[in-house]
């Protein structure tokens, strides 16, 4: 079998074209200033159609919805705009394509409101109150001529746009050499159409349908799969074509799952008798991972520093988790109550954060990525363990709300995810011929025995009180769990792959698993207190001592550069 290496472009071509120069708001086509005029009209129409009203004399909305609305309409004129007025107007442009993409798929869902508002599951919009018919209002009409002015706009933003041979704009397109992304954009892309097909939350309100592909009516199910033909599209469309094209049509079509999925999580979170469902996260979460992969592996304008925009991920991951920590997990009655299952994003943001910035700098760059890798882990153990007490909370009573945590904690699982696949994207890059390294036998001890620990200290519980039943990984698995399980196997795989990986990448590998450690240790003062009479629990002098191997065998690893 012979390996085909691909080698970047000559420095010539338009791989390094950030050289030359921009291309101007005035240098750009005619149409595509028309395009983005007529992506503006349609963000208004889609902002006019709900404050007119849908439905005509329906009940109100389930919650207040409409800055969100507001906000989902105007991001992609905004984002498109943004870079053709920075000088990337075939980006610009390429982001309203994307979002046109999805735009078909929601003018047919909207259409149901016409035929029967009631089996339309649209809490951002109304929640019926009985089986009393309903019928479309007059903000029905501006909603659908704002889609359709959305797919105008992808119309006249595609192709060359209208820009003459010899033209700034139509040179710098045919310049671009077309280059294929990794496989990963495209299974990302396949993921989220997947999760759109999902229900989009599940529903105790008789009134209130929560109907995925197979359960909808018939309408509903012919715009689903169009919602999700255009996610694949946009996902083709990334695996194979010119970067800047590749670029701002994924990011277009992420921002159309937006649009779409923003609302179900919202509703799933906030409205009663309504819970959240997986299908809008993994949409969301696939979408992401299908922008952020195109973006990571083609080069457009200089050559792509993955881990830089790994590190900017990260940091705002950290951030967004250190908020998380900061602010209202449940409410009752409008009334913020104290909660303990939170408190571990105080370290885990920290730890992420540190680690993001030195990525921000080339010097310390790769030296950190495999410490950074290993300790993103920390984000989602402590993202489960809040939103298992926000199901939990919700699930008993009717009368606890959420607070700005549940979306921060959203955020900081999304951005790490993100941060995540960034940053195995750059070591794939950075990896170069395989090497013939001996097998060094004194390490096997301090990694099976860190090993060994890593399954304790995350299986079994750091705080035991008499009533308190703490999730697990063989017993009380929940929601939580699935954060416990990811930061053994976190753990597993760095210690599997310490013999066979560079000394210095294995070493910082291994510390960066001994701070995701850390944060386990640092549950116990943390959240003790949330039982009366708590003492330590056998996992916490297990990842005490699972901490410390992991710090002797990267010590010993970076001794042996």
């Known amino acids: ?75 992609p004129p905004v984002v498109a705009t943004a870079f053709a007025v920075g000088g990337r107007p075939i980006v610009g442009a390429a982001v309203l394509v ?123 199910r012919f715009a689903l799969l169009v919602a999700c033909a255009g996610v694949v599209a946009a996902a083709l469309v990334g695996a194979g074509s010119r970067p800047s094209v590749a670029r701002g049509v994924s990011l277009g079509a992420a921002l159309g799952v937006l649009a779409i999925t923003a609302p179900q999580i919202a509703a799933g979170l906030w409205v009663p008798l309504l819970d959240a469902a997986p299908g809008p996260y993994v949409a969301l979460v696939c979408a992401a991972g299908l922008a952020v992969s195109v973006w990571v592996t083609t080069r457009a304008h200089g050559k ?18 250190i908020a998380a920590a900061t602010t209202t997990v449940i409410a009752v009655n409008g009334v913020a109550q104290e909660t303990y299952s939170n408190r571990l994003f105080h370290p885990a943001g920290i730890l992420v954060a540190a680690l993001s910035i030195p990525l921000l700098f080339r010097a310390s760059a790769a030296p950190v990525r495999p410490a950074f890798a290993a300790a993103l882990a920390a ?60 097998l060094d036998l004194v390490l096997f001890a301090p990694l099976a025995v860190a090993g060994l620990l890593a399954v304790g200290a995350f299986g079994l519980p750091v705080v035991k009180a008499k009533g308190l039943v703490p999730p697990g990984i063989w017993t009380e698995f929940r929601l939580a769990s699935l ?36 944060v386990r240790v640092l549950e116990y003062p943390l959240t003790a207190a949330r039982a009366a009479g708590s003492v330590p629990g056998p996992g916490l002098w297990l990842a005490l001592a699972c901490a410390g191997a992991l710090v002797v065998a990267g010590l010993m690893v970076l001794s042996r550069r």
Do not use: K
């Open 98 to 220: 994307g979002s046109a993409l999805l735009a078909p798929g929601r003018v047919l869902g909207d259409l149901q409101f016409l035929l029967d508002p009631l089996v339309v599951s649209r809490p951002e919009i109304t929640v019926p109150t009985s089986l009393a018919p309903l019928r479309a209002g007059a903000g029905l009409w501006p909603l659908l001529i704002g889609h359709l002015l959305v797919i105008a706009a992808g119309v006249l933003a595609a192709n060359r746009a209208g820009a003459p041979y010899g033209t700034p704009y139509a040179a710098e397109l045919d310049d671009e050499v077309r280059q294929r992304s990794a496989p990963l954009g495209l299974v990302a892309g396949i993921a989220a159409a997947f999760g759109l097909q999902l229900s989009p939350f599940t529903s105790g309100n008789a009134f209130l349908l929560a109907e995925g592909l197979i359960d909808s009516p018939w309408l509903l």
């Open 1 to 75: 079998m012979t390996l085909r290496i691909s080698t970047p472009p000559a420095a010539d071509s338009a791989a390094d074209a950030s050289t030359g120069p921009r291309i101007g708001w005035a240098e750009s086509p005619a149409r595509l200033r028309l395009a983005f005029a007529v992506a503006a009209a349609g963000a208004v129409a889609q902002i006019a159609g709900p404050l007119i009203g849908v439905v005509d004399a329906a009940p109100p909305a389930a919650f207040t919805a409409l800055p969100l609305l507001i906000a989902l309409a105007l991001l």
């Open 483 to 518: 954060g416990l399980l990811l930061a053994v196997l976190t753990i597993v795989v760095a210690v599997a792959l310490t013999p066979v990986s560079r000394p210095h990448r294995a070493g910082a590998l291994l510390l960066g698993c001994a701070g995701l450690v850390g």
């Open 304 to 321: 792509a520093d993955p881990l830089r925009v790994a590190g900017a991920l990260g940091l705002l991951a950290g951030l967004a988790g």
């Open 379 to 438: 984000i989602p153990l402590a993202g489960m363990s809040t939103l298992d007490a926000v199901v939990t909370a919700t699930a008993v009573d009717a009368t606890v709300g959420t607070g700005a945590a549940v979306w921060f904690t959203g955020a900081a699982g999304v951005l790490a995810a993100a941060a995540a696949v960034t940053a195995l994207v750059a070591g794939s890059a950075e990896r170069g011929e395989p090497e013939e390294r001996p």
